[in-house]
């Protein structure tokens, strides 16, 4: 059974610019939702896709966007980026709103 | 709005010491509560979780945490330390209803002394 998995492990961007990041979920999971881990604190949750379909939000702006494909596979996508979205960024698999299970996180830094 | 509380950023334990790491929630509705831990640059993994079956709950690697509604807590514990247990150690909580996010505190560094 493959765990969860995440694109790339490290990126380095600078202010203004966009990225997008890659999250393969647990085999059998449908669900995936995104944490946002700033340095020395803990996961603030972004948002959540279950079935292709955004599942609640949390309190973070529109340039946060995400994507969830037929596979169940998740893109989180952050535009206009500023130094503030430096952080490690979490994907997380269930089954519906079972157990999540963590990827290894994708630490984003911006200059 | 549910919140968590984790007393204690940073806990200094000997090896084959207990170790004791305080975690008190906020819920309006009755909430699944779960403990995870973070080695350094790693993601999260999940030690155990409540969910309402029974109020003393054993995980993984020795740990174990007990429910308690009145004091509206959820302490982990592990009655002997080793070395490879440090790490960040992070109290979540989730409702059982709505939106199924999960709710974590700001974390407690577990150190463990030879």
């Known amino acids: 059974e493959t765990g969860v998995t995440q694109s790339p492990t490290h990126l380095i961007k600078t202010r203004g610019q966009q990225v997008t990041l890659r999250c393969s979920s647990q085999s059998g999971h449908n669900t995936v939702s995104w944490y946002q881990q700033a340095l020395g604190q803990g996961p603030q949750f972004i948002f959540q896709y279950y079935r292709e379909e955004e599942n609640g939000r949390g309190n973070f702006p529109p340039r946060f966007s995400g994507l969830q494909f037929p596979n169940y596979s998740s893109e989180l996508n952050v535009n206009a980026l500023e130094l503030d979205d430096s952080a490690l960024y979490l994907c997380?698999?269930?089954?519906?709103?079972?157990?999540?299970?963590f990827g290894p996180g994708t630490r984003l830094l911006v200059l | 709005a549910q919140s968590v509380t984790q007393l204690g950023s940073h806990v200094s334990v000997s090896e084959g010491a207990l170790v004791l790491l305080r975690c008190n929630y906020s819920?309006?509705?009755?909430?699944?509560l779960f403990w995870y831990v973070q080695y350094p640059n790693q993601g999260l993994q999940l030690l155990l979780k409540?969910?309402?079956?029974?109020?003393l709950v054993k995980g993984i690697n020795g740990f174990e945490a007990e429910f308690k509604k009145s004091e509206t807590s959820f302490h982990l514990t592990k009655p002997s330390a080793h070395m490879s247990d440090a790490a960040e150690y992070f109290c979540a909580v989730r409702p059982d209803t709505g939106r199924r996010a999960l709710t974590f505190g700001s974390g407690t560094r577990l150190q463990v002394q030879p």
């Open positions: 409540y969910t309402s079956a029974a109020t």
């Open positions: 819920s309006s509705v009755p909430p699944y």
């Open positions: 997380a698999s269930s089954w519906g709103s079972e157990t999540q299970y």
